[in-house]
C-alpha cells in the first residue's frame, strides 16, 4: 500500500510539473507571436531599452565621480546626446551641401563640354537649341491638342492627381511618424536610465527565493557577455569609421567622410556596414565614369577595413567572451533578420549570446544530474 501511494503521488507530481511546463510553453509562444504581431510599435521601446543598457555603465561611472543625484545625471547626458546629434545632423546637411555644390559644376562640364552656360535662362536656351527639329514640331502639335486631351481624359488625370497627392501626403505622415519615434526614442531612454535600478530591484523580487542565487548567476553571465560585444564592437566601429574615411578619400570619393562613419557605424552590426558603406560608395566612385580604377580602390577600402575587423581587431578587442563562430554570426543574423525584420538583425548576435549562455547552463546542469 505505501509503494502504491509513493507510486501515486510521484505520478502527480510528474503530471502536475508537466501541466506547469506546457502552461509556460503556451505563454511563452503567445508572448512570443504578440511580440512578433507588434515588433514595429515596439522598435522604439526596444531600442530605447538597449541604449539604456548600453549606456547605464557610463551614467553609473559619472554619478560616482561627481558625486550627483542620478536624475541630475541622467539629464546632462540626455543634453550632451541631444546637442552631438543635432551638431552631427547640422555638420553632415552642410558638408552634404558643400559637396553638391562641388558636383554639380563637375556634373555640368561633363554634360556641356564645349558650350558652358551661365544663367538659368541660358541653359534653358541651349536645352531647348539642342532639341531636333522634328520633336519641337511634335510638342507644339501635342500642345494644341493639349485642351481636348485634358477634356476627354479628365477622369483618369484627376484620379492620376489625387493618387500622387495621396503618395506625397503618405510621405509627409511616414516623416512625420519617424520623427515621434526619434523623439520617443530619447524620451524612453531617459526615463529607463533615471529608474533603471529601481527597475532591477522590483526584478530581482519577482524571481522566487530559490531560485534566485542561480537566475542571478545567468543573468550576470549574460551581462557580461552583452557588454563585452557591444563594448568591443563599438570599439571596431569607430576604427572602421577611420578605415573607411581615410580610405575612400584618398579613392576621391564625394560624401567620403558621410560615407565612412555611416558605413562604419553600421559595423555595431556585422557585415551591415557593407551594405550601408560600399554600395553608396561605389555609386559615387562610378557616376561620373572615369574608368574602373576608382571603384576598385573603393572596394579594396572595405575589403581591407573587413579583413582587419575579422582577422585582428575584432578577437583582440571583443576577445572570446561571446566566443560564437562567424558561421553562427551569419546563421543567427539571417534566422532573426527573418523571424523579427530589422530588430532581428540589429539584436541577432546579442540574442545568439544570450542562446548560448542558456544552452551551455542548460547542459552543465545535464550534465550534474546525470553524472
Not at 161 to 189: D, I, T
Request: glycine share 8%; hydrophobic share 55%.
Amino acid at each position: 500500500m505505501a509503494d502504491e501511494a509513493g507510486r501515486e503521488s510521484l505520478g502527480l507530481a510528474l503530471r502536475s510539473r508537466w501541466v506547469k511546463f506546457l502552461a509556460a510553453a503556451a505563454c511563452a509562444v503567445l508572448l512570443g507571436y504578440l511580440v512578433y504581431f507588434v515588433r514595429s510599435t515596439l522598435a522604439p521601446f526596444v531600442l530605447a531599452a538597449v541604449a539604456a543598457y548600453i549606456l547605464n555603465p557610463a551614467v553609473e561611472f559619472l554619478q560616482a565621480k561627481l558625486r550627483l543625484p542620478r536624475g541630475v545625471v541622467v539629464a546632462a547626458l540626455m543634453v550632451v546626446l541631444t546637442a552631438a546629434v543635432v551638431g552631427t545632423l547640422a555638420l553632415g546637411i552642410s558638408y552634404l551641401v558643400r559637396t553638391v555644390e562641388r558636383v554639380v559644376p563637375q556634373a555640368e562640364l561633363a554634360l556641356y563640354p564645349d558650350a558652358q552656360p551661365n544663367t538659368f535662362a541660358e541653359r534653358v536656351h541651349h536645352a531647348l537649341e539642342s532639341i531636333p527639329t522634328e520633336l519641337r514640331v511634335q510638342v507644339k502639335e501635342m500642345l494644341e491638342h493639349l485642351p481636348r486631351t485634358l477634356r476627354d481624359n479628365f477622369r483618369d488625370i484627376s484620379a492620376s492627381l489625387l493618387q500622387g497627392f495621396g503618395a506625397v501626403f503618405g510621405a509627409l505622415l511616414s516623416l512625420v511618424v519617424a520623427s515621434f519615434k526619434f523623439v520617443l526614442f530619447f524620451v524612453v531612454m531617459g526615463y529607463l536610465l533615471a529608474d533603471l535600478p529601481a527597475l532591477r530591484a522590483g526584478a530581482g523580487e519577482l524571481i522566487p527565493a530559490r531560485h534566485k542565487e542561480a537566475v542571478l548567476r545567468v543573468l550576470g553571465h549574460i551581462d557580461t557577455n552583452i557588454r563585452a560585444f557591444y563594448r568591443g564592437q563599438f570599439l571596431v566601429s569607430l576604427a572602421l569609421c577611420g578605415i573607411y574615411s581615410a580610405g575612400l578619400l584618398a579613392c576621391g570619393v564625394d560624401f567620403a567622410v558621410l560615407i565612412g562613419v555611416a558605413g562604419g557605424m553600421a559595423d555595431m552590426v556585422p557585415y551591415l556596414g557593407l551594405v550601408v558603406g560600399m554600395l553608396p560608395a561605389l555609386a559615387f566612385a562610378l557616376v561620373p565614369y572615369g574608368g574602373l580604377l576608382k571603384p576598385l580602390g573603393v572596394v579594396l577600402v572595405f575589403a581591407f577595413g573587413q579583413t582587419l575587423a575579422g582577422m585582428y581587431l575584432s578577437p583582440r578587442i571583443v576577445g572570446r567572451r561571446v566566443g560564437l563562430h562567424p558561421v553562427a554570426v551569419l546563421l543567427a543574423i539571417m534566422v532573426f533578420g527573418h523571424l523579427l525584420g530589422f530588430l532581428g538583425v540589429i539584436f541577432a548576435v546579442p540574442l545568439a549570446a544570450v542562446i548560448r549562455v542558456l544552452l551551455g547552463e542548460w547542459v552543465a546542469h545535464y550534465k550534474r544530474n546525470h553524472s
